[in-house]
């Protein structure tokens, strides 16, 4: 197996992509960092890769896909010893599959509409109808935890990669616990794990100064 991960450790995808590396054992990985910032991912070699230009995109051989759960997936469709992951049971599939697509149409739109106008785009604040879409995507978060992990009793893919835009959101708009207290237990669970402390913090704490250091 040679596996290629394009990334950069900031980007809440690209720690979905880290968390389910790491709770699938593999390591061999080469990592390639793509600077945003520096627009590697408009240059030619990327785009050729990659016409979204979107990080994480991952290389298996010669086969490229790009989009974070579209590689999570494939990681555990290819690699995992258990569907525990990503369950082949088609109802239990089915409500992976919704998490993962609210992650992609709600969580992460509400994402990358506040952090993108103040990491690229000079403003310097977040304006409250980007706040609201925050809001509103924790009610929905609240309302599916309804047992401990995001699609049910099991830990899955829909735990990781909610996670890292959840816990990415939690440092735009603090989860208020009374207000959201499945969401905020969950995101404590979640915290709690090693996967988190090595592969989500680290990248975490990197946006949270980059923010912070832009809305100065
Ligand atoms: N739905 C995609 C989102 C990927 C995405 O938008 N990544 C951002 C960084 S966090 C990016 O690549 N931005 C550069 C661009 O879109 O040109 C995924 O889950 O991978």
Redesign the pocket.
Same mark, same amino acid.
């Given at each position: 197996m040679v596996l290629t991960l394009y990334k %950069?450790d900031a $980007? /809440? /995808?690209?720690r979905?992509v880290y968390m389910t590396l790491d709770v699938l054992g593999i390591t061999d990985v080469e990592m390639v960092d793509v600077n %945003?910032f520096t627009k590697d *991912? %408009?240059k030619d070699d990327y785009l050729q890769m990659n016409p979204? *230009?979107?990080?994480?995109t991952l290389k298996d051989d010669d086969f490229v896909i790009? #989009? $974070? *759960?579209a590689?999570c997936t494939y990681l555990v469709n290819k690699y995992a010893d258990s569907d525990a992951l990503y369950p082949k049971d088609l109802k239990q599939r089915a409500i992976v599959d919704q998490r993962l697509h609210f #992650? $992609?149409g709600i969580l992460?739109p509400a994402l990358?509409g506040n952090v993108e106008p103040v990491a690229f785009r000079g403003a310097k604040s977040y304006t409250p109808e980007n706040l609201e879409k925050v809001r509103s995507a924790y009610n929905f978060s609240e309302k599916f935890l309804t047992s401990e992990w995001l699609a049910g009793n099991e830990f899955t893919l829909a735990d990781i990669c909610c996670l890292s835009s959840i816990s990415t959101l939690n440092i735009i708009l603090p989860i208020d616990e009374e207000v959201y207290p499945n969401l905020s237990a969950w995101l404590k669970r979640c915290e709690a794990k090693d996967f988190y402390k090595k592969w989500n913090q680290p990248g975490l704490e990197q946006l949270t100064q980059l923010i912070k250091t832009k809305c100065e």
């Open positions: %950069l $980007s /809440p /995808p690209v979905a %945003l *991912h %408009l979204q *230009h979107t990080i994480p790009w #989009d $974070s *759960h590689i #992650d $992609s992460f990358r």
